[in-house]
């Protein structure tokens, strides 16, 4: 049905608005202006909904992790299918038999052990685990199990996102692949965590990225009016009748983001990193130091990185399960306590909340065989596991049995012959629905009619 007038003014004002706050929030970072004084100027040259928009983040930034050529098969030590875990059978693939407990205070069915991270939150904000998806073994993209109805999860959040100004609204690091989605952010991709700060001092050399892209005449207005204040916000001693962005403003920027996200000494050392670690596990340690201060600064608003890119075949048979998982627990640990005492720039928000972390991958890799851990899942399966800041409902959906049938779910939700394809459309739509809040709408275009409030995640409060 094609859309009425009205309804076509208020989309045009709506990306209006929407520009308008974007090119503020990163002139006034190249300015050194505060985000709190950008946010004044807009009600005094805008109006209060203007500003209003722009201090409120209609979403959750997001971190997409991406197991890669068998690595993924690391999380199921985190988080086991609860079975598996409760069997007390040394010959299945969970290194600690005998040893799982129960959380309290989830949605549904969730064990831990000693190497799980985050035990520490309540059970409401614990992952959500589904068992979803087709088992991709020996790939570092395994975009099936990223797909909503054609489009890859990890450029649908950089799309719903896109309500939220960041100067990079997506990074990619390494081989991580964010595949496409209508109206996701092209990514920038860097070679590492250090790279990231790299390139948002080469992006501040381009005037920003943000800044530069002024090609509405018909915003040329609202534009200028809130540079000008800006300017007499900026507080500095000449006030001048035109910038140069890209050479002043870009260099005040780079200089100060190269300091702010330094990775130091002390980062390392509470991510659990030291000079005997594995170089693999080193580079994922930095890349979620810089991420969460990337975050706090308001960057980004994604990032997707691999994971070790190993396949731990013999992670068993040599021992590496008693050490890795918990040095990994550590860094992952570290970092949600970045999130938990960070608070966005803009809303004061701490990050924790705000934030929205995925675990997609290649291969689990069979849980119910130690020796040698096998690539071969139960009914080529896959899983999929969520931190969505309490936006779904904690603990698995679907799972594997001690006799190796694997069982889905269906759109309601409850137990169902499992098919890959679309259980893991399912669990992609709702890691939109986490991102964008609760919002239905916002995700409607992708998600296609996939119910997910009150069947897989939290209603939105009305």
């Known amino acids: 049905m094609a859309k009425s007038q009205t309804t076509l003014r208020d989309e045009k004002h709506e990306l209006t608005r929407r520009a308008l706050i974007k090119w503020s929030v990163a002139a006034g970072a190249a300015l050194g202006v ?72 989830t949605n549904n069915p969730l064990v831990y052990g000693k190497d799980t991270p985050w035990q520490t939150l309540p059970g409401a904000k614990q992952v959500t685990a589904f068992t979803a998806g087709t088992n991709l073994t020996h790939t570092n993209s395994p975009d099936a199990n990223e797909s909503l109805n054609g489009s890859n ?17 997506l990074i990619t690091v390494g081989n991580a692949n964010a595949g496409t989605a209508a109206g996701g952010a ?36 609202a534009y200028y009016d809130a540079f000008i204040q800006l300017n007499r916000a900026s507080n500095r001693s000449t006030t001048k009748a035109a910038y140069t962005t890209a050479s002043g403003a870009a260099q005040f920027l780079g200089t100060n983001l190269s300091e702010k996200l330094a990775i130091t000494p002390a ?38 990185l691999p994971y070790t890119e190993e396949d731990p075949h013999g992670a068993f048979d040599s021992g590496d399960v008693k050490t890795i998982p918990g040095i990994m627990k550590g860094m992952f640990d570290a970092f ?14 701490l990050l924790s909340d705000d934030t929205v972390i995925t675990f997609h991958g290649d291969t689990p890799k069979d849980c119910r065989t130690a020796a040698g851990w096998p690539d071969g899942t139960a009914g080529n399966s896959n899983v999929i ?41 399912i669990a992609n739509a709702a890691i939109a629905y986490a991102i964008a809040k609760r919002d239905d709408r916002a995700t409607s275009t992708f998600a296609n009619g996939i119910t997910i409030g009150g069947v897989f995640g939290n209603l939105k409060a009305t």
Do not use: C
């Open 34 to 105: 505060s985000r709190a004084k950008i946010f004044d100027i807009l009600e005094k040259t805008s109006g209060k909904r203007t500003a209003f928009a722009a201090s409120e983040n209609p979403t959750t930034r997001s971190v997409h992790i991406i197991g890669g050529n068998g690595s993924q098969s690391w999380f199921t030590l985190f988080w086991p299918q609860i079975a598996i875990a409760k069997a007390n059978n040394p010959a299945f693939a969970w290194h600690l038999p005998g040893a799982a407990m129960d959380y309290a205070g």
């Open 385 to 425: 596991y969520v931190y969505s800041a309490g936006h779904l409902f904690s603990g698995w959906f679907g799972g594997i049995d001690v006799n190796g049938k694997a069982t889905g779910f269906g759109p309601d939700g409850k137990p169902a012959t499992y098919v890959g394809a679309d259980t893991a459309k």
């Open 267 to 304: 980062d390392l050392t509470r991510y659990g990193i030291t000079a005997g670690t594995r170089a693999n596990i080193t580079a994922i340690a930095r890349t979620l130091i810089v991420t969460a201060k990337s975050f706090g600064l308001g960057l980004t608003n994604a990032v997707a």
């Open 186 to 221: 092209a990514p920038s991709n860097v070679g590492s965590g250090d790279g990231i700060v790299s390139l948002f001092n080469s992006a501040a050399s381009r005037a920003g990225g943000l800044l530069s892209n002024t090609k509405d005449a018909g915003f040329y207005k």
């Open 153 to 169: 999860i990890i450029s649908v959040a950089s799309a719903l996102q896109s309500a939220s100004p960041s100067v990079i609204p």
């Open 336 to 349: 949600m306590g970045d999130l938990a005492i960070t608070p966005d720039a803009v809303t004061g928000q």
